[in-house]
T-cell receptor, first 116, second 114 residues
C-alpha cells in the first residue's frame, strides 16, 4: 500500500450540497492530483496542485476546486452537487522537481461519494 | 491534445499463456507513459513507466512494455499469465500540453482462465 491517505472513505450527500474531501500525501512528495472515477470507467483527471498552486486542470467545471497546504496535504471541494458527481474520488501524490518530470503517482484508496 | 486508446475492453487468456494489452496514445509533447493495475476493491498500483529513457521498460510481476514512437503505441506484455494477474489495467499518458494533464485510458479487463 502507498502512504497516501484519504478521508472520509464513504460519503452520502444530496443534490445541491457541498462536499470537501481530504488527502494526505506520501512522505517526500510535493505534488497532488485529484481524479474522478465513475463506476466501470477509468479515472478522469480533475486537477493537480504543486507548491500550493493549481498547475493543470482537466475538463471539470469551476464548482470543482481545490487547495494544497504547506505540508502538501490537499482538499477537493465540490459545490452544488449533481447526481452525476457520484463516483470514487482518488488522490495521487508524486514528487516534482529538477529533472524529475511526470514522475509516477501514488494513489490513495479513494473516497466513495454518493449523491442522492 | 492528449488522448489514450486502449484497444481492447476485455482480454481473456489461459494461465501460462502470453498476455498482450494494447495501448495507443497521442500527445503534442514528449509524454511520460505508464501502466497501472487495479485489482477489485484495491487501489491503483504502478506496473511500469516510460520517461524518455530506454524504450523497452520492465515492470513489476514480469510485465514489460515497449514504447514505439513511430506507431504511437505502448503495449503491455507478459510471457506467462498467472491467475493473480486478473484485474483492470490502465494505460496512462502525462504531459504538459496546455498545463499539466494526466489522461487514463478506459481500461482493459484481463481475465485469466485456469
Amino acid at each position: 500500500e502507498t502512504g497516501v491517505t484519504q478521508s472520509p472513505t464513504h460519503l452520502i450527500k444530496t443534490r445541491g450540497q457541498q462536499v470537501t474531501l481530504r488527502c494526505s500525501s506520501q512522505s517526500g512528495h510535493n505534488t497532488v492530483s485529484w481524479y474522478q472515477q465513475a463506476l466501470g470507467q477509468g479515472p478522469q483527471f480533475i486537477f493537480q496542485y504543486y507548491r500550493e498552486e493549481e498547475n493543470g486542470r482537466g475538463n471539470f467545471p469551476p464548482r470543482f476546486s481545490g487547495l494544497q497546504f504547506p505540508n502538501y496535504s490537499s482538499e477537493l471541494n465540490v459545490n452544488a452537487l449533481e447526481l452525476d458527481d457520484s463516483a470514487l474520488y482518488l488522490c495521487a501524490s508524486s514528487f516534482s522537481g529538477g529533472s524529475l518530470r511526470y514522475n509516477e503517482q501514488f494513489f490513495g484508496p479513494g473516497t466513495r461519494l454518493t449523491v442522492l | 491534445a492528449q488522448s489514450v486508446t486502449q484497444l481492447d475492453s476485455h482480454v481473456s487468456v489461459s494461465e501460462g499463456t502470453p498476455v498482450l494489452l494494447r495501448c495507443n496514445y497521442s500527445s503534442s509533447y514528449s509524454p511520460s507513459l505508464f501502466w497501472y493495475v487495479q485489482h477489485p476493491n484495491k487501489g491503483l498500483q504502478l506496473l511500469l513507466k516510460y520517461t524518455s529513457a530506454a524504450t523497452l521498460v520492465k515492470g513489476i510481476n514480469g510485465f514489460e512494455a515497449e514504447f514505439k514512437k513511430s506507431e504511437t503505441s505502448f503495449h503491455l506484455t507478459k510471457p506467462s499469465a498467472h491467475m493473480s494477474d486478473a484485474a483492470e489495467y490502465f494505460c496512462v499518458v502525462s504531459d504538459i500540453g496546455g498545463g499539466f494533464k494526466t489522461i487514463f485510458g478506459a481500461g482493459t479487463r484481463l481475465f485469466v482462465k485456469a
